[in-house]
């Protein structure tokens, strides 16, 4: 059917070219025909992007970095608050947490404006009997966390940041491998000359989980040739810097992470490139989105989870009550006490799951369908379901919500795009989304396209993380 607008029976008729401009949807570059204040805008976002990804490297550094950079904006944790306090920090575990702005208390049953994105990413773990020598070298072992390539974690500088619990419930911090002058870790591979047999075998198997084991150390205590001296070296110079023993690494989070900083990628510094920014750039985007909030009438919440990469269980990920608890306190920090409202709020709300998809990638370009696939630097991508396989395991946004949120950010002029994640029947994934929308919100996917996503230097377009940050003000301003 043609449209009586673009038929000719009103007025002058249009040409093709006239009537395309009026009709067709066209995508366009975040970088295309913009002022050079423009671009200044999108390259400061950046810097303080990098920062925060330095600062954030394990979900506890980025709580750490949320709660520091939410003090600093007003926010105040919940236990100190008072029902004067309209800025309020949440603290789950250390490894979750939640900002709340609210502007009005008695609109508590409307429910709430929400982004939602996860903190925690994929990388190494130590296994809780990690240490060990072989050949006279010493060793810790990993098991990994999230879906890694693993051939991409070998032969690369790695750091270790954590925490250890002692039993006396002391908690101890640690990072080593990020200062200058500090050593770094590493996961050998096989040199090619004698690897004949390994490069016949599938990605899968080239590189195993067990043989992730990070070298730490060839030094034997005292230069005895007792067995385990070189070990027992090693557990010595932890002792001595840290004051923690073997069985310690038990109750320990220790990760291994890409060593060094996030830096701009290509000539003219269009990228950004760092491991962790899924979801990372989400998050850091929500965050600001909604610290630079103008002022506001309505009830905004951020909120950043943990566990995402392992199916967002346990009791710091989306598939627990962890939402429910903090709209819970929230409610409660300004008298409001009764389980009936918490769950109105609930359902009443709006919810951005911030998750980052993936970009067209032109050595790769096959795997995607590139109508509705996220091309870079085109904008934040608007993704209504999620899943494989007939849309399965995924929560699909109502037309009208979706409806709504592109109303909201084509009137703050965020850059947007529809994107799926690969060819239909080509694999896929899920995000937060699902589990959210059990509480009977409205739930829509949107978040930043990513090339390498889930590899230890992931690259996204500093253009959109701008247009990121834009659409989620946008949707806490006018959703
Ligand atoms: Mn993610
Ligand atoms: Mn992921």
Same mark, same amino acid.
């Given at each position: 059917?043609?449209? /009586?607008?673009?038929?000719?029976?009103?007025?002058?008729?249009?040409?093709?070219?006239?009537?395309?401009?009026?009709?067709?949807?066209?995508?366009?570059?975040?970088?295309?025909?913009?002022?050079?204040?423009?671009?200044?805008?999108?390259?400061?976002?950046?810097?303080?992007?990098?920062?925060?990804?330095?600062?954030?490297?394990?979900?506890?550094?980025?709580?750490?970095?949320?709660?520091?950079?939410?003090?600093?904006?007003?926010?105040?944790?919940?236990?100190?608050?008072?029902?004067?306090?309209?800025?309020?920090?949440?603290?789950?575990?250390?490894?979750?947490?939640?900002?709340?702005?609210?502007?009005?208390?008695?609109?508590?049953?409307?429910?709430?404006?929400?982004?939602?994105?996860?903190?925690?990413?994929?990388?190494?773990?130590?296994?809780?009997?990690?240490?060990?020598?072989?050949?006279?070298?010493?060793?810790? /072992?990993?098991?990994?966390?999230?879906?890694?390539?693993?051939?991409?974690?070998?032969?690369?500088?790695?750091?270790?940041?954590?925490?250890?619990?002692?039993?006396?419930?002391?908690?101890?911090?640690?990072?080593?491998?990020?200062?200058?002058?500090?050593?770094?870790?590493?996961?050998?591979?096989?040199?090619?000359?004698?690897?004949?047999?390994?490069?016949?075998?599938?990605?899968?198997?080239?590189?195993?989980?067990?043989?992730?084991?990070?070298?730490?150390?060839?030094?034997?205590?005292?230069?005895?040739?007792?067995?385990?001296?070189?070990?027992?070296?090693?557990?010595?110079?932890?002792?001595?810097?840290?004051?923690?023993?073997?069985?310690?690494?038990?109750?320990?989070?220790?990760?291994?992470?890409?060593?060094?900083?996030?830096?701009?990628?290509?000539?003219?510094?269009?990228?950004?490139?760092?491991?962790?920014?899924?979801?990372?750039?989400?998050?850091?985007?929500?965050?600001?989105?909604?610290?630079?909030?103008?002022?506001?009438?309505?009830?905004?919440?951020?909120?950043?989870?943990?566990?995402?990469?392992?199916?967002?269980?346990?009791?710091?990920?989306?598939?627990?009550?962890?939402?429910?608890?903090?709209?819970?306190?929230?409610?409660?920090?300004?008298?409001?006490?009764?389980?009936?409202?918490?769950?109105?709020?609930?359902?009443?709300?709006?919810?951005?799951?911030?998750?980052?998809?993936?970009?067209?990638?032109?050595?790769?370009?096959?795997?995607?369908?590139?109508?509705?696939?996220?091309?870079?630097?085109?904008?934040?991508?608007?993704?209504?379901?999620?899943?494989?396989?007939?849309?399965?395991?995924?929560?699909?946004?109502?037309?009208?919500?979706?409806?709504?949120?592109?109303?909201?950010?084509?009137?703050?002029?965020?850059?947007?795009?529809?994107?799926?994640?690969?060819?239909?029947?080509?694999?896929?994934?899920?995000?937060?989304?699902?589990?959210?929308?059990?509480?009977?919100?409205?739930?829509?996917?949107?978040?930043?396209?990513?090339?390498?996503?889930?590899?230890?230097?992931?690259?996204?377009?500093?253009?959109?993380?701008?247009?990121?940050?834009?659409?989620?003000?946008?949707?806490?301003?006018?959703?």
């Amino acid at each position: 059917m043609v449209s /009586k607008k673009g038929s000719g029976k009103t007025g002058k008729q249009l040409d093709a070219k006239q009537l395309a401009e009026k009709l067709c949807n066209k995508k366009k570059s975040g970088w295309d025909g913009i002022t050079a204040a423009a671009e200044r805008d999108i390259m400061a976002f950046a810097e303080d992007y990098k920062r925060f990804l330095d600062d954030s490297k394990t979900e506890r550094e980025a709580v750490a970095t949320i709660g520091r950079i939410a003090r600093r904006s007003g926010y105040r944790p919940i236990g100190e608050a008072t029902k004067k306090d309209t800025k309020l920090f949440l603290n789950f575990h250390g490894v979750s947490c939640v900002l709340a702005s609210i502007a009005d208390p008695k609109k508590f049953a409307n429910g709430f404006l929400m982004v939602g994105a996860h903190i925690d990413t994929p990388r190494l773990d130590l296994k809780g009997a990690p240490l060990y020598e072989a050949e006279d070298m010493a060793y810790l /072992k990993t098991h990994y966390y999230g879906g890694i390539k693993k051939y991409q974690w070998v032969t690369r500088p790695l750091a270790m940041h954590g925490v250890v619990v002692l039993e006396n419930g002391k908690k101890i911090d640690v990072v080593i491998g990020e200062d200058e002058g500090d050593p770094v870790f590493t996961i050998n591979d096989l040199l090619p000359h004698l690897a004949q047999d390994q490069m016949e075998k599938s990605a899968r198997k080239v590189i195993e989980g067990e043989n992730l084991n990070i070298l730490v150390g060839s030094i034997p205590y005292n230069f005895k040739p007792e067995s385990s001296a070189i070990k027992v070296n090693i557990l010595k110079m932890l002792h001595d810097k840290y004051g923690f023993v073997e069985e310690d690494f038990v109750s320990a989070e220790l990760q291994l992470v890409p060593a060094g900083g996030a830096r701009d990628v290509g000539l003219d510094r269009s990228f950004i490139g760092s491991h962790g920014q899924d979801d990372r750039i989400c998050a850091f985007a929500g965050m600001r989105a909604l610290l630079d909030l103008p002022k506001s009438d309505k009830n905004v919440v951020m909120v950043f989870f943990d566990k995402e990469e392992i199916g967002s269980k346990g009791n710091a990920g989306a598939n627990s009550n962890l939402l429910e608890l903090a709209v819970a306190e929230i409610l409660g920090n300004y008298g409001v006490t009764d389980y009936a409202t918490v769950l109105k709020a609930l359902r009443n709300s709006k919810f951005l799951s911030a998750d980052v998809n993936a970009g067209i990638d032109p050595e790769w370009a096959g795997v995607v369908e590139k109508m509705n696939a996220a091309k870079i630097g085109y904008g934040v991508c608007l993704t209504k379901f999620t899943g494989s396989g007939g849309k399965s395991n995924s929560s699909e946004a109502h037309a009208e919500f979706v409806a709504q949120v592109r109303k909201a950010f084509n009137k703050d002029g965020a850059l947007w795009q529809t994107a799926e994640l690969g060819k239909v029947d080509h694999g896929g994934g899920g995000t937060i989304a699902m589990y959210i929308a059990e509480y009977g919100m409205d739930v829509l996917d949107v978040g930043t396209a990513l090339l390498s996503m889930h590899s230890p230097f992931e690259v996204a377009s500093k253009a959109d993380l701008y247009h990121t940050y834009k659409a989620y003000k946008a949707f806490y301003k006018y959703c």
